[in-house]
């Protein structure tokens, strides 16, 4: 079946640091990937959407400069968290959409970032 | 008003027993429906999608009311490896997103 990687699985980094997420696509060529944040016992929300090649959509009240995603090829997306903040400590999800697919969405196993 | 709701639980049940969710969503054009699966601190599974005509998958049962903007998801024989949180999602009309709900916990106890 298809699936989706994330690295890294957990993260701790101090406040003002940067760090990347990257999400693979391991047995498919994915022309959407999506990224989700879920804090505790809240419904995971989507960030942003994108797309391999241009530039991502970001969702009402996420700061583009703050998430910064890139879409470099096929199979890899990557979320860059600038100058975390200690609200930004989640877990953080992606999920990827196969060439062809219209709503399934394969996600990848997460990564739970804290912030200090 | 959120966009899709669901009880939060949990719903705590003896194995075996049959159990039953419900979501409703607000926006009526609304075009795709699912269930998804989430264990604690691991990333959501596709349980099963939802069709008008109601569906159903081995001990899984999904059904959509449009008129109401209803969805609901019945368990029978509830088994120890179901302890899992269930969550509602929505795909409105003219997007691929999917919107989540915050989803119903059960806990199945021996």
């Known amino acids: 079946g298809a699936v989706v990687s994330q690295h890294p699985s957990r993260v701790i980094c101090k406040s003002g640091t940067s760090v990347k997420i990257e999400c693979r696509s391991l047995?498919?060529?994915?022309?959407?990937m999506f990224w989700y944040r879920q804090f505790p016992k809240k419904s995971l929300m989507l960030m942003a959407t994108?797309?391999?090649?241009?530039?991502?959509?970001?969702e009402q009240g996420v700061e583009k400069d703050k998430f910064l995603i890139n879409h470099a090829s096929l199979t890899l997306s990557t979320l860059t968290v600038t100058s975390a903040h200690p609200e930004d400590s989640s877990f953080y999800i992606c999920?990827?959409?196969?060439?062809?697919?219209?709503?399934?969405?394969?996600f990848g196993p997460g990564t739970r970032l804290t912030v200090t | 008003r959120k966009e899709v709701e669901q009880d939060p639980g949990p719903f705590n049940v003896p194995e075996g027993a049959t159990v039953a969710f419900n979501c409703t969503y607000s926006?009526?054009?609304?075009?795709?429906f699912f269930w998804y699966r989430q264990d604690c601190r691991k990333e959501p599974k596709l349980l099963m999608s939802?069709?008008?005509s109601g569906n159903e998958d081995g001990r899984f049962t999904a059904q959509l009311n449009r008129a109401s903007q209803y969805i609901s998801l019945l368990i029978r024989d509830s088994k120890l490896s179901d302890s899992a949180t269930y969550l509602c999602?929505?795909?409105?009309?003219?997007?691929?997103?999917?919107?989540f709900g915050t989803g119903t916990r059960l806990q199945v106890f021996p």
């Open positions: 994108s797309n391999e090649g241009s530039k991502a959509t970001y």
């Open positions: 926006n009526s054009a609304s075009q795709s």
């Open positions: 999602v929505v795909t409105p009309w003219n997007t691929d997103k999917l919107i």
């Open positions: 047995d498919f060529q994915a022309t959407t």
């Open positions: 999920s990827a959409r196969e060439i062809g697919q219209i709503y399934e969405q394969y």
């Open positions: 939802v069709y008008s």
